[in-house]
């Protein structure tokens, strides 16, 4: 008889099986190599007592995540990490997305379980989105159609709180991959172009400003983008002194996540004209948004809308279900996380 081979884990939407666009690319990276199983479990308890020896999910070595699977089991946190540590076969994670703060990476550290995501396939289409943010603020368009729907075509906009893209200054707060992105596109306007990461990149053209401090990125900025990750350390990173060392009438964009910004402090800003807009695609408590945003028409509200197109989804899955081929073929996927870089 032959050995069964390993099985892997698809975790994600209910709808299309779990993946949305790569089923025939999952089917011949794993065909010979893994059994697909696809995450049926309708909560958490069942996603659990599934995990235990001689359920539904025994012997899973690697899991496809992706966020869509919280709506049924949660966020990956300590109890779901325990649960595939017991195991004793789950060994990586692979998730699809770049962000990922929906999974306890501490305690996948703790447990030996390798975490990756799929840095460079979000970059164009979140970087493309922030492009439309800084664009939409600076010009009022957002605000000129909400005038033409309701019917009043453009009366009520000033031009007095527009600017052309040409000539301002956008700061790019992390230069990664979305961050030179967003600073390659705006260069054709041509945009000024300041950023400030922890170190300085050497993969920066020499048009791309380095500033050293995050105060002095404010202080240059007519246009602050976020392009940071989610940690502990960057939770309100953006808070009350960064925005009032702003230019007033200065604008926020943020493409990264809801609570890298103080949102008590940028509405505070918002009602005294400090900040003239922010453009978000982001939010602390998403799907929730807080309400008072939408009582300033000038803002840009987007329904996090990032990689919200068919290219990115289907590159994004298929660069998850890489780094899961990777890890059973030669040992180790190639996007795994910097938390764990030297951990594991």
């Not at 979140?126 to 939409?136: D, K, Q």
């Not at 007095?160 to 600073?183: E, N, P, Q, S």
């Not at 939408?294 to 809308?305: A, G, K």
Request: aromatic share 6%.
């Amino acid at each position: 008889m032959s050995p069964r081979q390993p099985r892997i884990l698809i975790c994600g939407s209910a709808l299309a099986g779990n993946l949305v666009w790569a089923h025939e690319e999952a089917r011949q990276f794993f065909d010979g190599l893994a059994d697909l199983v696809v995450m049926d479990s309708p909560n958490r308890a069942d996603f659990l007592v599934g995990l235990k020896s001689g359920g539904k999910y025994d012997q899973i070595v690697g899991i496809y995540r992706h966020n869509t699977s919280a709506d049924r089991i949660g966020v990956f946190d300590e109890e779901i990490i325990d649960a595939l540590a017991e195991t004793g076969t789950v060994k990586w994670i692979a998730h699809n997305g770049a962000g990922y703060d929906q999974i306890d990476v501490s305690r996948c550290a703790n447990k030996g379980i390798s975490v990756s995501n799929t840095p460079g396939a979000v970059d164009d289409a979140t970087a493309t989105t922030a492009l439309y943010l800084v664009i939409s603020c600076l010009r009022n368009y957002a605000w000129a159609e909400q005038s033409l729907r309701q019917g009043t075509f453009k009366s009520g906009l000033d031009p007095g709180r527009a600017h052309d893209v040409t000539g301002r200054t956008l700061g790019i707060l992390g230069l990664g991959g979305i961050g030179l992105r967003l600073a390659h596109l705006v260069h054709a306007f041509p945009m000024r172009v300041v950023y400030y990461s922890r170190n300085k990149s050497a993969n920066a053209p020499e048009w791309c400003e380095y500033i050293d401090s995050l105060e002095g990125l404010c202080r240059e900025s007519d246009v602050l983008s976020l392009h940071v990750p989610l940690r502990d350390e960057t939770v309100h990173l953006v808070g009350e002194k960064e925005i009032r060392v702003m230019k007033k009438g200065s604008i926020i964009v943020n493409t990264a996540r809801g609570k890298v910004i103080d949102e008590e402090a940028m509405i505070r800003a918002l009602e005294d004209g400090h900040l003239s807009s922010v453009g978000l695609d982001v939010y602390p408590n998403e799907p929730l948004v807080n309400p008072r945003l939408l009582e300033f028409p000038q803002n840009v509200l987007l329904p996090h809308m990032g990689t919200e197109n068919q290219d990115s989804q289907r590159h994004m899955e298929v660069r998850a279900l890489t780094n899961l081929r990777d890890f059973l073929r030669d040992g180790q996927g190639n996007d795994l996380i910097p938390e764990l870089r030297s951990k594991l």
